[in-house]
């Protein structure tokens, strides 16, 4: 069931209702596959609680100003403490074209590393109300109690576009996606069962560095 048609929403809220959609998806992003490549743990980082703002978010090596903060935002994380990296999945709600073109030049590749910042207070939370454990101690990277941020560089990334309707048809047609690069209709992001809807979980499990190989060992 869906709200109100997303193409008659101003920027700010279709991008709230997105974020409202994505809070209630899994902690692993629905259809990701379990395989070798990825034998960690995955969180969902963002979006996270409404009633605060201390969530993972992703930075250049140097740059503590300029963050990238995507609508959603999920982190994989290494399980071997002797080579700590995290992988992300990221979701972006586009409202616009500019607003594509912008959000695209972000995750271009790049002979900078990204890294993913982990706050202490976020580490230091549970990650359900409902399991009291702290996020740091499901990760096998920490051994110890964090006292301050966890930032990891960033082996692989996909990014997931959100596009309206009449954007998103334009673009299937005519251009072709970077390799780490994913698209679906915003009705995709803003329905209420999207976290279970065969068509998401088919396209996140192709946005898995496992998709890339023949067959693994």
């Known amino acids: 069931m869906r709200d109100i048609g997303h193409n008659q929403l ?42 605060t703002s201390l969530h993972p978010f992703l930075r250049l090596p140097g740059s503590n100003r300029l963050r990238t903060v995507p609508d ?21 709600a586009c409202a616009s074209l500019q607003n594509l073109l912008d959000k695209r030049s972000r995750f271009a590749p790049s002979t900078s590393s990204l ?54 048809e334009g673009f299937a047609r005519t251009q072709m996606p970077q390799a780490h690069e994913y698209f679906c209709p915003m009705d995709a992001l803003i329905d209420e069962e999207g976290a279970s809807n065969p068509a998401m979980q088919a396209l996140i499990a192709r946005a898995s560095g496992a998709a890339n190989f023949m067959r693994l060992p």
């Open 115 to 168: 890294l993913a910042v982990c706050p202490v207070p976020w580490l230091l939370a549970p990650q359900d109300a409902k399991d009291k454990m702290p996020r740091w101690r499901r990760i096998k990277l920490l051994r110890q109690e964090p006292v301050a941020p966890l930032a990891l560089p960033v082996r692989d990334v996909r990014v997931l576009y959100g596009l309206k309707d009449r954007q998103y």
């Open 72 to 92: 959603g935002l999920w982190l994989h994380f290494s399980p071997n403490p002797a080579d700590p990296f995290v992988d992300i999945l990221c979701i972006e």
């Open 10 to 51: 101003p920027h700010r809220s279709l991008d709230d209702l997105v974020r409202r959609r994505l809070r209630t998806w899994p902690q692993r992003p629905p259809g990701a596959l379990e395989t070798l490549k990825q034998n960690g743990i995955w969180m969902r980082a963002r979006p996270g609680a409404a009633d």
